[in-house]
C-alpha cells in the first residue's frame, strides 16, 4: 500500500490546523466575553469592544447625554423652529443600545460568527445607536413652538336673525404633523445628523364637520323656531316669540356632529320673569295664637316658585321634540314647621302646678302685680308683647335676651328706673325685671331646668321672696331650658296692673317649693329655695335656685 505524499498531507493538514486554531480563539475569547461586549466593537465610531456591561452602559449614558444637546431646525413652509433633540424628546434609546452593543457578533448564521469575529480585526463591528421620540410629548412640543404659526380648522356654526337661521361656513387649518415630525426626527438621528436639520410640510387639517351638516342643523332650527312656544307654571302661561328663540339659537361640535343649542341661562331668566311671582311665593311656618283660652294653629302654607333647576334644559328638549306648548312643574318649598310638624309639639294646654303668691291662686302660669302706669309698665307690655307666642322646641334653651334682643326707644322701650352696679339709675328698658321674675317663677313651677339667671340685689316685695331675677344686657339673662318631648309656647297677657306669663305644652314634670334658709356672705343675706320636681313616671328630684340681698345701705356683699 503506497503512503501519502507529504505534500499531500501537508495541503490537507495546515488549512484544517488553521481552521481548528481559529475556531479554537474564537471560543476562547467569545467565552471570555460572555456577559460583556466582543472584541472590536464600535458604536458610531466610538470603541466599546471587550468592555463588561456595566462599562458599556456607562459609554452608552455618557453618548445619550451629548446627543440630547444636538441642535435641531424644524422647516415648515414659511416657519422655522429651532430647538434641541432634548426639547423635542428625541432621546438615544439607551436599553436598546445597550443591548445592541453587546448582541453585536452573537447574532446570524452561527457557522459564520468566526469568520466575522476574525474580519472584525481589520474591520471593526459597527453599532448604530438606537433612537426614540415620545409622540405624545412631542405633540405638545410643537403646538408650544407653533404659536399662533399652527392655525386650527375652523367649525361651522349657526347664525341666527329674527328672519332666518343660516351659518358661518368652516375653514381648513395647517398645523405639524407630530407622526411625519418624528419619523423625519429619527431618519436624521439614524443617518448620524449633527446638526439635525429637517423640512415638513404642514398638514392641512379639514374641520370635522362640514358645511352642508351645518346647513342641515340651521333648518332643523329655522322650522324648531318658526312659531312661538308657550310654556305654562301653576297656571300662569309665559310665551317666547319666534325673534326670542332665534336669539338664543347656538350650536356645539361634539366629535364629528355639529348639534343645536339654546342659551339655557338666558331662556332661564326669561322664564321667570314672565312668569314672575305664583302666589304664595315664600313658605309660611305653622303658627300658634291663643283664642279664647284655647291653643290655634294657623296652618303652614307651602311656598311656590318658578322654577325646578332643571326647567331650562327640559324646555330646551320640548322645543327641539317640536312641542309648542309645555307645562313645567313649580318647585314646593315647605316651610320650617308644617301644619303636621306643630301638632306633633304637643302644644295644647297650660302646664305646671298651682300654688298662691300675693294671695291670689296662681294656677298654671304666674302673675305679678304693679301699680298701673308710668314707663317702667310700659316697658313690662312691650317686653311681653314681643316674647309672646315663643315656641321653645324639645332640647332648646329659651333666653330673654335672645328673643327681645337689646332694649331701644326704636323697639319702643322707654326710659325707666334699674339698678346698677348697686346704684339706682334710669336707663332705656328699665323695670323688665318684673317680667322676668314671673317667667322664672312660671318655669319654676313647671319644673323647667334654668340656665343663665340671677336675682336682684335687694328685695322688692313685688317679688317672690329668694325666688325671682333681673335683667340687663347682655348679662343677666334669664334662660330655661326645655327638658320634656314636648313643644313650649310662651304666653304672655297683662292688665293695667299685672303681668301674667303661662307655658302651654303637654303637661309633664311639676316643680313645688319644698323648702328655704338664709344665711350670710358679707354684707349680703342669702337666700336658698328647694324645689321638687315630680315627673310623669312618679320620679322626684330636687335643686335649688338662690339669690343674695344687700344690707341696706351697703351696694356689694
Known sequence: ??????????????????????????????????????????????????????????????????????????????????????????????????????????????????????????????????????????????????????????????????????????????????????????????????????????????????????????????????????????????????DELRSWVGSRIVGDTIELTFDEEALGTALREKIGSLGDAEPRDATFDLVGGQVQITPSVNGLRCCPDDAAPRIVRSIKAGQKDMEIEPVVEEPGLTTEEAQALGIKEPVGTTTEWNGQAQVKSFTTYHAAGGNRVANIHRMADIVRGTIVLPGETFSINDVVGQRTTEKGFLPAGAIANGEHVDEVGGGVSQFATTTFNAAFFAGLPFGEYQAHSEHFSRYPYGREATMGWEHPDLQFENDTPYGIMVWTSYTDTSITVTLYSTQYAYGEQVAQSEGRRGSCTTVTTTRRITYPDGRTATDTVGAAYRDPGATSC
Open 1 to 242: 500500500m503506497r503512503r501519502p505524499r507529504l505534500a499531500t498531507v501537508l495541503g490537507v493538514g495546515i488549512p484544517v490546523l488553521i481552521v481548528m486554531l481559529l475556531l479554537a480563539a474564537w471560543a476562547f475569547d467569545t467565552s471570555a466575553a460572555a456577559d460583556g461586549s466582543l472584541r472590536n466593537v464600535e458604536l458610531d465610531g466610538t470603541e466599546v469592544g471587550s468592555q463588561t456591561e456595566d462599562e458599556v452602559t456607562e459609554d452608552v449614558a455618557v453618548a445619550a447625554a451629548e446627543f440630547a444637546g444636538t441642535e435641531v431646525t424644524i422647516t415648515a413652509g414659511d416657519q422655522t423652529i429651532e430647538t434641541t433633540a432634548a426639547d423635542l424628546s428625541l432621546e438615544l434609546d439607551q436599553p436598546a443600545t445597550v443591548t445592541a452593543v453587546l448582541d453585536e457578533g452573537r447574532e446570524g448564521n452561527t457557522a459564520l460568527r468566526p469568520l466575522a469575529w476574525a474580519r472584525s480585526f481589520v474591520a471593526p463591528f459597527e453599532v448604530e445607536p438606537r433612537f426614540t421620540v415620545r409622540p405624545d410629548q412631542l405633540a405638545v412640543v410643537l403646538a408650544a413652538e407653533e404659536g399662533d404659526e399652527a392655525r386650527q380648522p375652523v367649525e361651522p356654526s349657526l347664525v341666527a336673525s329674527p328672519e332666518t337661521i343660516g351659518i358661518q361656513g368652516g375653514q381648513t387649518g395647517e398645523a405639524l404633523d407630530p407622526a411625519e415630525v418624528a419619523d423625519a426626527l429619527l431618519d436624521a438621528a439614524r443617518a448620524g445628523e449633527d446638526p439635525i436639520t429637517i423640512d415638513v410640510d404642514p398638514e392641512v387639517r379639514e374641520p370635522a364637520v362640514t358645511d352642508a351638516a351645518a346647513q342641515a342643523v340651521a333648518d332643523q332650527a329655522s322650522e324648531l323656531t318658526a312659531e312661538p312656544v308657550t310654556v305654562r307654571v301653576a297656571g300662569q302661561a309665559a310665551t317666547f316669540e319666534v
